[in-house]
């Protein structure tokens, strides 16, 4: 079992997006997929959750004992089990005060857990860099940031690549990149071209080859509760993201 944190510190970069349509690209392949929804927002949730959501969510994992066993609940979409958010979690800092060495919880409880029937856990995580995301970079073997193509995400990168450096010295040496996944690309503009660009000039082999583009199938997939490749299957964005696990699978292994 491998966990991949999907992260960025800015919103609107379709973190999310590249969550649920990652999982359903590897469950379409046969994996076996767990996703946890540490964002308090819980989008992740009400796209492919369903109706009657269990109490036990993400933010038990991170406060009790109880077994993740009993915290995993079924969703729309084949072979993808799920956590489900709490809007707790943005309170956790104070939930837990006064607990030892808080940066690691996640990582202890996922290593003590029977994950065995999960091929990869996927942890979707809010856009700030608060306790719930260090837990999820210290808990992750590997990494994917989507950023959206526009001129002020370059930034918002070049400030995460250095809080990861400072999560691998800290907490997680092993902690790897699979990639920088360009999303949201309208090559129509140049100024989406340009950013693409200059995201490859700046990191090098670290962006993704793949990449999202700008889709409206997409941003109506959760209206529906259902991943691009259930929602529009043969569509620009399924194959953008089946495009994507492509790619991801041999670093994956």
Known sequence: MKSIAITNLKGGCAKTTTTINLAACLAELG????LIDLDPQGNASQWIGQENQCADNSMGLLTSKSPITTLIQPTMVNNVGLIYASPELSNLE????????????????LGQADLSNWDYVLLDT????GLVTVNALTAADQLIVPVSTHV???AGVAQLMAVIEKIKDAFNPSLSILG???SRVDLRTRHSGEVLESLREH???KVFGSFIRENVKLAEAPSYKKPITTYDNSGGA?????????ELMPQLG
Not at 31 to 34: E, H, I, M, Q
Not at 126 to 129: I, M, V
């Open 238 to 246: 399924a194959q953008d993201f089946r495009a994507l696990t492509r």
């Open 152 to 154: 002020l995400s370059l």
């Open 180 to 182: 920088i996944l360009p």
């Open 94 to 109: 104070k939930a837990l005060a006064g607990e030892f060495a808080t940066e690691t919880i996640l990582k202890r409880r």
């Open 31 to 34: 994996k076996r997929v767990l």
């Open 126 to 129: 809010p856009p700030t860099l």
């Open 203 to 205: 990191f090098g082999d």
